[in-house]
């Protein structure tokens, strides 16, 4: 049932503003690595492994969130989530290693809700020709984030604010939103239901998952998405500052210049998408951005381009990886596009969950277990990376084009029915 044109507003963009919190929360490590491995009393290696606890969170709940929107719809479940990132972000600022470890799990398993939520409503509350551009908008929102827990955080943290108070801070600021989120989204009918709740769950799930197009939709989104989660959010600055001598202050300002590419990339992707009436051209064509942008960050000179300009190329290309998010929404049934974007969101930061700990490993064996590692090492450890963007490549030409120029013309002028 489509809500009204102002209630979808302000739904989707309320959601929106909790998905730019998350990701703010998301990228926060990055830029505060050596204050959590001294509080922590873990190595750098360390550190990365419990911020990559968040997709450990992340990645399963994709599932829950999905199937429960299609069940409840978003108010009952979303103000759950957000409530969720803020207890995590007040056990992170414990310094007790267990209880961060917790804390972070729950910051992913609550902050999927967001993007999964937002999606759910851009694709049941608006008309289906807008579905790209409001995904990609979606996505913009938590760029922003991203970007914010590197630019904005990074020269906060050192200005000298402790670590534990900006994770305090937020901490109350996640259940703050999430009571907000209570009040503020409307009521909504969910989805059709099939018998009681766990069959139809189970049956939503089976069907999007027996489609092949759904495996490869959510293979191209990670693969295209994990430069940015494992190699930016994570490795970015320290690269920048060990690998290519730049201070910290501009390692910051270099690094976050990635999700203000996914910022621009984003939408103008989406927009782009709905205007041709295509899905695969676009997707490709920001792959291919992304691997050249990617391919000269790792081996090339990088005084012979303008500062940031590679930053904003890496993540304006990445931006593709939103697309797949519309392609398996019209790849299902209409009443299963929660259950189809919790299930591209569990395959694609599957790859995080999986990957950032191996990046991790063959980082340091290949530095032989050393503090500092040289610009050879991350070469070696994030040269596959470019394999994996040159796979998304070839994936989508197997995929299935899901545009309205695709279509016949008598069913593409068919509005889609959520």
């Known amino acids: 049932m489509r809500l009204a044109t102002g209630t979808a507003v302000v739904a989707w963009l309320m959601t929106a503003v909790y998905y730019f919190y998350q990701y703010t929360l998301r990228s ?43 069940r409840f719809g978003a108010r009952r479940v979303v103000p759950l989530g957000a409530a969720a990132v803020g207890i995590g972000a007040l056990l992170f ?54 970007s914010a827990g590197q630019f904005v955080v990074g020269p906060v943290i050192g200005a000298g604010v402790p670590w534990q108070q900006f994770w305090i801070v ?58 940015t989660t494992i190699f930016d959010m994570i490795w970015g600055v320290r690269y920048l500052q060990e690998a290519r001598g730049f201070d910290y202050g501009t390692a910051v300002l270099r690094s ?16 782009l998408s709905d205007r041709i009436g295509r899905r695969k051209p676009v997707i490709v064509g920001g792959a291919a951005l992304l691997f050249a942008s990617l391919a000269w960050i790792l081996f090339g000179p990088a005084s012979l381009l303008p500062p940031y300009v590679l930053g904003l190329t890496a993540g304006l290309g990445s931006g593709a990886a939103m697309l797949p998010y519309t392609v398996i929404k019209e790849a299902n049934p209409p009443e299963m596009s929660g259950t189809a974007t919790g299930v591209v969101n569990f395959l694609n930061f599957t790859f995080s969950a999986l990957l950032g700990p191996v990046f991790g490993w063959i980082l340091h064996a290949v530095s032989g277990g050393g503090s500092s590692m040289t610009l050879e090492h991350y070469q070696t450890a994030f040269e596959p990376l470019l394999y994996g963007v040159a796979l998304a490549i070839v994936l989508t030409l197997l995929l299935k084009e899901t545009g309205r120029a695709a279509k016949p013309p008598a069913l593409a002028s068919i509005p889609a029915t959520p």
């Open 93 to 146: 600022a414990t310094g007790d290693r267990e209880l961060a470890s917790v804390g972070r799990l729950l910051q992913g398993a609550g902050g999927v809700f967001a993007l999964v939520g937002a999606v759910y409503i851009a694709t049941t509350g608006f008309p289906a020709s807008h579905a790209a551009t409001l995904i990609g908008a979606t996505q913009m929102f938590g760029m922003a984030g991203g």
């Open 256 to 271: 976050a210049l990635v999700p203000v590419g996914w910022m621009i990339g984003c939408p103008l992707l989406g927009w």
């Open 28 to 70: 926060a490590p990055a830029v505060m690595m050596p204050e959590l491995a001294q509080a922590f009393g873990i190595t750098s290696m360390g550190v990365a492994s419990l911020a990559g606890l968040f997709y450990y969170g992340y990645s399963p709940f994709s599932l829950v969130a999905g199937v429960a929107l299609d």
């Open 170 to 227: 937020m901490g109350i600021g996640g259940l703050a939103i999430g009571a907000l989120l209570l009040l503020l989204l409307p009521p909504q009918q969910p989805g059709r239901r099939y018998g009681d709740w766990f069959r139809g769950a189970l049956r939503a799930l089976g069907v999007v998952f027996r489609n092949p197009q759904s495996i490869l939709c959510g293979m191209i989104a990670g693969l295209i998405f994990i430069p």
